[in-house]
């Protein structure tokens, strides 16, 4: 699958299941062309420059694969055939390490190990056969990250062009008890409409990961900034000069951002954790940490909108009576949060049944292997009634 005469080849962008129109509104805003939406996929068309503005400037996406070769197989020994005709001297040197992930969908009970090895003595085959040598594989720190999908009928081969899941923004150092993955804090944040034109809540942040991917997004910073390395640095191609351009391009696009974005936690630790991670992104300037219990809490400006976005804990992680703990979310939300917009993320699907106010929306999602929802609560000033009339007005 090689470029074309204007240096524009395919390529697909892996999400998480539920993200996969928000990461196309996000490529289409980026200048991606040819956009197909897939399951927990999206392919794309665009040059070496798009491919680093991609990795860079991506929230919902986890790694972006650029595939080089995609044949038709009958047989496992296929795979090996595939792989020994690719060009890997294009790729790396003998003296370069690489690493080959699989994903197997065949029928019957192939050992996507096995299927590994067939593909890696094709590669390493090939340069023996040519240079007399051999390069090395290294799971952990390649030269070279090399993704198989492999099923009954096809391989399809493909370049990893991220390395480490772009999920690791290279901002947080310290954690909690299962923190939030920050590509499924950025999708939650888009999902919610939050576009940073009204002051923001989390009121239980943990280690502030939905705190600083909401003022990334209302800064309009790129979300990999802080990020040590993207895999095509160590590409034979690797254009540093261009990737310069790209990142001073992407930096002159930061906004202004003139409202507030608060975090509550009741535990001082949890606050230390947020503080550390958000010095580490450089946004200090931007938000705001209370040692506060949102149940004892009030809308520091009732007349004002406020956006809470928020990921409470639930019985796997806490020994907490779920019921009553989701019971106290809706009273206080109902309470003392008026012309508020909350949402928040549960894997317990039958607790919601007891914060007592109807969502307006619920929309399906996966906390790592944990099937979830993502439910808004309006909170109107005043009846809802009132409210219908005055937006018809």
């Known amino acids: 699958m090689k470029q074309n005469e204007a240096g524009l080849f395919p390529m697909v962008a892996k999400t998480l299941f539920g993200f996969e129109e928000i990461l196309a509104k996000e490529l289409k805003n980026l200048g991606a062309q040819s956009i197909k939406i897939g399951v927990r996929n999206v392919q794309f068309v665009g040059d070496t420059g798009f491919m680093y503005k991609a990795n860079l400037c991506l929230r919902t996406a986890l790694r972006i694969l650029k595939p080089i ?9 296929d795979v090996y055939d595939v792989m020994h005709k690719i060009p890997w001297e294009e790729y790396m040197s003998n003296e370069q390490t690489f690493a080959i992930r699989t994903t197997v969908l065949m029928s019957g009970n192939q050992n996507s190990m096995y299927i590994a090895q067939k593909a890696k003595d094709g590669l390493v085959d090939r340069f023996r056969k040519r240079t007399g040598a051999r390069p090395s594989v290294d799971k952990d720190f390649p030269d070279l990250s090399i993704h198989l999908y492999v099923t009954d009928r096809l391989v399809e081969v493909s370049l990893d062009s991220s390395g480490a899941s772009l999920h690791q923004r290279g901002y947080r150092t310290a954690t909690n008890i299962a923190p939030i ?12 409409d939050w576009d940073g034109y009204t002051d923001f809540l989390d009121p239980m942040c943990g280690s502030g990961t939905l705190l600083i991917e909401a003022a990334m997004i209302a800064c309009n910073i790129p979300p990999n900034l802080n990020r040590k390395e993207f895999a095509f640095q160590k590409w034979t191609d690797w254009d540093n000069e261009l990737y310069t351009k790209i990142e001073e391009s992407s930096l002159n696009k930061v906004r202004e951002f003139t409202h507030k974005i608060i975090g509550y936690d009741k535990a001082p630790s949890a606050i230390r954790k947020a503080q550390q991670n958000i ?10 940490l209370y040692s506060q219990d949102f ?7 009732p007349e004002k909108p406020l956006h809470i976005v928020f990921n409470p804990p639930y019985d796997e992680r806490l020994a907490i009576d779920i019921n009553s703990f989701y019971k106290q979310i809706g009273d206080t939300l109902k309470q003392n ?3 508020t917009n909350a949402w928040f993320i ?10 007592g106010l109807r969502p307006s929306r619920k929309i399906k999602l996966f906390n790592g292997k944990l099937e979830s929802r993502l439910v808004k609560y309006a909170l109107y000033s005043g009846t809802k009634k009132i409210h219908k009339i005055k937006e018809q007005q």
């Open 69 to 77: 070769a995609n044949q038709p197989i009958a047989s496992e020994q």
């Open 337 to 339: 949060y008026p012309g």
């Open 346 to 355: 549960t894997a317990n699907l039958e607790a919601i049944k007891s914060v």
């Open 295 to 301: 149940f004892t809490s009030t809308k520091e400006n």
């Open 279 to 288: 010095e580490n992104a450089n946004l200090s300037e931007f938000i705001t």
């Open 181 to 192: 993955n920050e590509v499924l804090a950025a999708g939650m944040l888009l999902l919610s």
